[in-house]
């Protein structure tokens, strides 16, 4: 039997999605940052939030409602204690919430930069014979999963594509568009390695700062 490599690759967008709106002082359609405050005002029993975004050019604000009028008797201590600490959790959750954010905008900038956290499965197998790489994003992720394969193996795409093309790179759930289509959350790529030239350079790529 083959010994196979699980390993575990956890990724990460780097930047949040930028909004475009009418910036009123530069008098234009301009992408709005997330700043990652909020600003919260309380008013009687009820209780308003909102994560601030800047305008890129001017610094002008722009407002992102994520609490209106909530009754403060119904709000958990600690989701009002992340308000107020501008918890990055929190202001991560909600700058990557795509449906919700494309109701304020309909245009809605995402990047595909990401970073990616390497995690040992099991025991290190010596030679292994098969790599299985399974993949977790916690938020949504733009980049394309050839691109992250090519980039994180330091092999071409059209390499990448080949091998999933002699099906001895195997995505699931996949199908034959997978290679183009962004990294989801609870996807596997299986690695054959055995009729690989390069073996040991490209199990090393893919433990590369491995935990
Ligand atoms: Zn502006």
Redesign the pocket.
């Known amino acids: 039997m083959q010994d196979i490599l699980r390993v575990l690759w956890q990724v990460t967008p780097l930047k949040p999605p930028r909004i475009w709106q009418n ?6 359609r ?1 992408p709005f940052v997330c700043s990652g405050r909020f600003r919260i005002n309380a008013q009687r029993k009820r209780l308003d939030a909102w994560l601030i975004y800047r ?6 604000t722009w407002n992102y409602p994520v609490l209106e009028r909530g009754l403060l008797k119904n709000i958990d201590p600690s989701v009002f204690r992340a308000l107020s600490e501008n918890c990055g959790d929190l202001a991560r959750r909600h700058a990557f919430d795509l449906p919700r954010l494309r109701r304020y905008s309909d245009q809605v900038e995402e990047f595909a930069e990401v970073t990616v956290e390497k995690r040992l499965r099991d025991r290190c197998v010596h030679e292994p014979g098969q790599v299985v790489i399974s993949i977790a994003s916690s938020l949504p992720c733009r980049i394309r999963l050839d691109r992250l394969l090519a980039g994180e193996l330091g092999l071409s795409r059209s390499t990448v594509q080949r091998l999933h093309d002699a099906a001895m790179l195997v995505v699931s759930p996949g199908n034959r568009a997978a290679m183009r289509q962004p990294v989801r959350d609870g996807q596997t790529v299986a690695i054959d390695l055995r009729s690989l030239e390069r073996t040991p350079d490209l199990v090393s790529a893919i433990l590369k700062g491995a935990a």
């Open positions: 910036c009123s002082r530069c008098d234009a301009t305008c890129a050019s001017c610094d002008q």
